[in-house]
Structures are given as structure tokens and as C-alpha cells.
């Protein structure tokens, strides 16, 4: 048995979400100045991309399940970032940026951009433009 040291992760999923939780600590950083995670800024340009938007569609567009998008909702409609108003066709709720929500966007995204160039001057912009492809990818066949 080849011995394999303890920073090589042999599992996919493990790599992943490693990589995943230093990436976003990386960027939770630099938007703490906001007063949002990553996570937030990210459903927040969503919404402005997407929305109105119904709750499911919009879960399915991030990639996350019903129960996470709703726990991840609640924050954000306390703060007065989003709103939950009736949908189309009455039965269903949609997902509305409120006025605050287009500010705090406005707010963070200077904040998000230095995150982003900090990261292509670290890894690389061609491999994270790779990895960005990867990842995309990843989400489209598992």
C-alpha cells in the first residue's frame, strides 16, 4: 500500500468541499464589510439576475435543495433584502430584490471584486477560469 500524505485527499467529494470551505472563507473576507457571507451575495445576484422567481426555480438555478434555499432565505428577508410575495399564479410564493437588496449588491460588489481578482492573482486567471469550467461542469453530469 503507497502511503499518501495527509494534504492529498483521495476522496472527490472531500477535495471538493475543502477546497470549497477555504475559497469561501476567502471571500466571506473580504465581504464582511457588507455584512454579507458569500453564500448571501451570491442568492442575492441571483435573485437581481433571475427574479422574480419562484422558490423551487430559484433552488434549482443555485443548485441548492428547498429546505437549504429556504433556511438561507430567512436571513435575508429579515433584513429587508428580498421579499416573498404571492407568485403568478397565486398557489405558489415568488422571490422579489427589494430596494435595500439592490443597494447591499451595490455595496458588496466592489468588495466581491477585489475577492475575485485576489483569487486569480493567487491561482491563476486561466485555471480559474478552468476551474469555474470544471465545476460547471460537475454540476451538470452528478
Same mark, same amino acid.
Request: hydrophobic fraction near 40%.
Given at each position: 500500500?503507497?502511503?499518501?500524505?495527509?494534504?492529498?485527499?483521495?476522496?472527490?467529494?472531500?477535495?471538493?468541499?475543502?477546497?470549497?470551505?477555504?475559497?469561501?472563507?476567502?471571500?466571506?473576507?473580504?465581504? +464582511?464589510? #457588507?455584512?454579507? *457571507? =458569500?453564500?448571501?451575495?451570491?442568492? !442575492?445576484?441571483? &435573485?437581481? /439576475?433571475? %427574479?422574480?422567481?419562484? $422558490?423551487?426555480?430559484?433552488?434549482? +438555478?443555485? #443548485?441548492?435543495? *428547498? =429546505?437549504?434555499?429556504?433556511?438561507? !432565505?430567512?436571513? &435575508?428577508? /429579515?433584513? %429587508?433584502?428580498?421579499? $416573498?410575495?404571492?407568485?403568478?399564479?397565486?398557489?405558489?410564493?415568488?422571490?422579489?430584490?427589494?430596494?435595500?437588496?439592490?443597494?447591499?449588491?451595490?455595496?458588496?460588489?466592489?468588495?466581491?471584486?477585489?475577492?475575485?481578482?485576489?483569487?486569480?492573482?493567487?491561482?491563476?486567471?486561466?485555471?480559474?477560469?478552468?476551474?469555474?469550467?470544471?465545476?460547471?461542469?460537475?454540476?451538470?453530469?452528478?
Amino acid at each position: 500500500m503507497v502511503d499518501t500524505p495527509l494534504h492529498v485527499v483521495l476522496c472527490h467529494c472531500n477535495a471538493i468541499r475543502q477546497g470549497a470551505r477555504q475559497v469561501t472563507q476567502f471571500y466571506d473576507r473580504h465581504l +464582511a464589510p #457588507a455584512g454579507l *457571507r =458569500t453564500s448571501q451575495y451570491s442568492m !442575492l445576484v441571483g &435573485l437581481a /439576475r433571475l %427574479g422574480p422567481i419562484s $422558490i423551487n426555480g430559484f433552488a434549482d +438555478a443555485m #443548485a441548492m435543495d *428547498r =429546505t437549504t434555499m429556504g433556511r438561507a !432565505l430567512k436571513p &435575508l428577508e /429579515r433584513d %429587508g433584502l428580498l421579499a $416573498i410575495k404571492p407568485g403568478p399564479n397565486g398557489r405558489t410564493r415568488a422571490l422579489h430584490l427589494t430596494e435595500a437588496g439592490h443597494r447591499r449588491i451595490a455595496e458588496a460588489e466592489p468588495l466581491w471584486r477585489v475577492a475575485q481578482e485576489g483569487f486569480e492573482s493567487r491561482y491563476g486567471a486561466d485555471a480559474a477560469a478552468d476551474l469555474r469550467s470544471a465545476l460547471a461542469r460537475v454540476v451538470r453530469t452528478v
